[in-house]
């Protein structure tokens, strides 16, 4: 198996495992809102929120940034519930060009600390690499592919629930954000770092 190959399968495997669910939970929020004909808008959301993290992993493996593990940590959580928070007070109809402006700035910052939370990871597995560009590379490649299986899998769940269940869309995103809102109040104060 080539060093690309394997480093894509452990990022999209990455972003995938449950047990790092914040991360799934992030992007299941960030776009439960949109429907499959505003793909644009999240394709935007995605990138920039890609973007972001991999800004932080790359200066984070060549150790140009350093912050506590325990502050990341609290601070991944705390980008869930802000975009829920968003999410329970968003209205499609007065959604203007400036409200997505600063979600797309938004999901930028908040990919800056999810990046940050990938890189122990990254690391550790670097270690033993003598050249990492390709690795790094494609690491990130499989994050993005990761994402966007998530994406698709969210969206198609909104479709479902509210275009065959008939359930209102606005009910559906308050459900969302509601259940983003307890889980990521729950994992703040677990991850507490003071």
Not at 60 to 79: A, N, Q, R, Y
Not at 81 to 97: H, L
Not at 108 to 129: C, P
Request: charged share 15%; glycine share 8%.
């Amino acid at each position: 198996m080539s060093i690309f190959r394997l480093y894509l399968e452990l990022g999209v495997t990455h972003i995938l495992d449950f047990r790092g669910y914040d991360h799934i939970l992030f992007i299941m929020t960030l776009c439960s809102v949109y429907y499959f004909n505003e793909w644009k808008r999240v394709l935007i959301l995605i990138t920039a929120f890609t973007v972001g993290h991999t800004a932080t992993l790359v200066l984070s493996t060549f150790e140009m940034i350093d912050l506590p593990v325990g502050l990341i940590e609290f601070l991944i959580p705390l980008t869930i519930f802000i975009t829920a928070i968003f999410n329970a007070v968003y209205r499609q109809s007065t959604a203007g060009g400036k409200l997505h402006m600063l979600k797309y700035v938004a999901s930028l910052f908040f990919g800056l600390i999810h990046g940050l939370g990938f890189s122990g990871y990254l690391k550790s597995l670097l270690g033993s690499e003598e050249r990492i560009t390709t690795p790094l590379f494609a690491f990130n490649v499989g994050i993005e592919l990761g994402q966007i299986l998530v994406v698709i899998l969210v969206m198609s769940l909104s479709w479902l629930i509210t275009r065959i269940f008939k359930a209102p869309r606005r009910e559906w995103n308050l459900l969302v954000a509601g259940g983003a809102m307890g889980i990521s109040l729950i994992l703040m104060f677990e991850r507490v770092p003071w």
